[in-house]
């Protein structure tokens, strides 16, 4: 009698997942990017460009991307016939004071929204967000004439407020969320009230989301341009109007209309530049908390 022996199957090696080539997970993302990226560069490029051409330059075609012999003259020329320096003025005024007012305002309320999930509150919040800005100008517009506030920075201000309070909020709203409630019921336990476990504990906290949304609220007022010029006067208006104020029916002044717009964008650009690493901390902190 003969005994056969069963030998147990050959352990066969798990197959190893087939990566992607270094290049090819790098590449695809960068030409993805380049490719949103890129179109924006150029035109600012183009913008930036313009502004420094003769007359001569900007009129060829095809249109040329560099000056031969880069001029000042539009800048000068943009000094000499409008008040530029005072429009910047108002617009840095309303923008900060419309930045700084939504803030006092809105970290409290995101703190109250947040801690008592006051959800009511915050839709309503998010309606005013997404709300057209036409819509408010109606009833501000009887506010300003009633109250003798026309061709006033006071009344732009309390506009611009209505787009800075609303995006503050809602960003604000997902720091304090992510906060340990346990924080603010120890400052409690010590001794501190409510406005002081809020000023004292919440607040230093929640840093880069303030940052993050003084600059995407200051943006915001910067670039407004339908309030001041629907409201705005000669005494109050503001940088985008000023760019608008360069186009006739007749033509475009592209010297002049190239040079405002590059001023206006200037400190935008360089701002967000110096505040890129705040702003993305930001901004990814509230993302990954929410």
Known sequence: MTVTEVRPPAATAPRRKARPHPLTAHLLPLLISAFFIVPIVFVFYWMISMSFQTQVEISSNPPTFWSAQPTTEWYSQLMRRMPFLQYTWNSLVVGVCATAIGLAIGLPAAYAIARWRLTSLGTLFLITRITPAI??????????????????????????????????????IGFFEALPPDLEQAATVDGCNAWQSFALIAVPLVKPGIVAAIILAFIQSWNNFLFAAVLGGPGSQTLPVTVYGMLSFEQANWGPLAAAATLVCLPVIVGTIFFQRQLVEGLTAGAMKG
């Open 135 to 172: 819509s408010f100008l109606i009833p501000w517009y009887i506010i300003a004439k009633r109250l003798g506030l026309g061709d006033s920075l006071v009344i732009i201000t309390l506009l611009h407020i209505t787009i800075t309070l609303p995006l503050i909020i809602w960003i604000m």
